[in-house]
């Protein structure tokens, strides 16, 4: 059978992303142009800016991606982008690539969903992963647990009733002073923590035992720093980071697990950028460990945003017939599960 070789774009938010993915499962480049550096001075990330510095990288990015997979234009089968969900701004430049590079190539166009490929990323490493599985997503907008029953089909049985996992990062490593990108500085500075030094509050929601509630935690922890603050009191960062990381980690780990057993595909995979986090990757494994169940996690580089997990996606849905027309546009909600 001849090789299908997908052409991924990815532009949600603040990183310019190309790669080419052979068979759905293998990636032949994986290009990623940060802009973490330029949005680092504003303490997050800016969309004018983004979308500006995405215009500037996407043709050099899709030119190297080619050129490292070693495969001219005319060999690829599709091209895969991100339409959905992301910064409007930033989204509608990968759009307007990919349309722009499937039209004059004479090559089918297949819209991806964002989480679709932060999911999809568990493929790449494992083989052997086939859906059903039960998969937490953790990443700067979304915190969902689902069930991924079929390739791109997704039943949500869990979600953030707030902040997502990774804003919730973000907030508190602004307000202990680590700055942006929060994750993986919290990440970095617990690792030198107790994780026990102070007991944040762990947030259920009455009657949804799979849905998850960041606000309060995030609050406790606001409240904890501006009291020090006010009293002149110094804050031991790594002690918070710690301490506020584990409570997150708690609340990931204790629903995903459940989730696992209720519905009993005795696998689990994390996905997103939050899912890069070693607290995270580390209690999950011990207690998918313990209970017997099978845990599938992307290398770091996977779980943040990248254009591989996107050629991935749009792998299966091409197989499925996903086709998009010159009218496809970004929809920054997209829901999940949405076409
Ligand atoms: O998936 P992603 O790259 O972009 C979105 O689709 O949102 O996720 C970005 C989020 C940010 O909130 C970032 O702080 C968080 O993932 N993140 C982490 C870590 N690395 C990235 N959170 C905790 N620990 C990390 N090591
Ligand atoms: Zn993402």
Not at 6 to 28: F, H, M, Q, Y
Request: with cysteine; aromatic share 8%; hydrophobic share 45%.
């Amino acid at each position: 059978m001849k090789d299908v070789l997908i052409l991924a774009i990815e532009s949600s938010c603040d990183e310019t992303a190309a790669s080419v993915v052979k068979n759905g499962r293998e990636v032949l480049s994986n290009v990623i142009s940060s802009q973490i550096a330029l949005h680092t001075q504003f303490g997050g990330v800016v969309p004018e800016i983004a979308s500006r510095k995405h215009m500037e990288r996407i043709n050099p990015v899709i030119t190297q991606a080619l050129a490292n997979a070693k495969v001219a234009l005319a060999d690829i089968t599709a091209v895969g982008v991100t339409y959905g969900p992301g910064l409007v701004g930033a989204l509608l430049v990968g759009v307007a690539e990919a349309k722009a590079v499937a039209y004059g190539a004479k090559k089918p166009l297949v819209g991806v969903h964002h989480i679709e490929g932060h999911v999809a990323a568990n493929f790449i490493e494992h083989k052997d992963l086939e859906p059903p599985f039960v998969c937490l997503i953790v990443s700067g907008g979304h915190t969902h647990l689902v069930i991924v029953k079929g390739y791109g089909e997704f039943e949500i049985i869990g979600r953030t009733r707030d902040d997502a996992a990774g804003e919730a990062f973000d907030k508190v490593a602004r307000a202990v002073g680590l700055g942006y990108p929060g994750g993986p500085k919290v990440d970095k500075a617990a690792r030198m923590g107790n994780p026990h030094a102070m007991e944040f509050p762990r947030a259920k929601v009455a009657g949804a035992p799979y849905d998850f509630s960041f606000s309060g935690l995030k609050s406790a922890v606001l409240n904890y720093v501006n009291h020090a603050k006010m009293t002149g009191d110094e804050i031991c960062v790594p002690d918070v980071a710690a301490s506020f990381q584990n409570a997150v980690v708690e609340a990931l780990v204790s629903r995903t697990i459940l989730a696992a057993k209720e519905y009993g595909h005795g696998k689990v995979a994390i996905a997103g950028g939050v899912a890069s986090n070693t607290a995270l990757r580390a209690a999950m494994a011990a207690a998918c460990k313990e209970c017997g169940l099978g845990f599938y996690y992307p290398s770091p580089v996977y779980c943040t945003d990248n254009a591989a997990m996107i050629g991935v996606a749009a792998y299966y849905e091409y197989q499925k017939g996903t086709r998009h027309g010159w009218d496809l546009n970004a929809v920054p909600n997209l829901k999940l599960g949405e076409r």
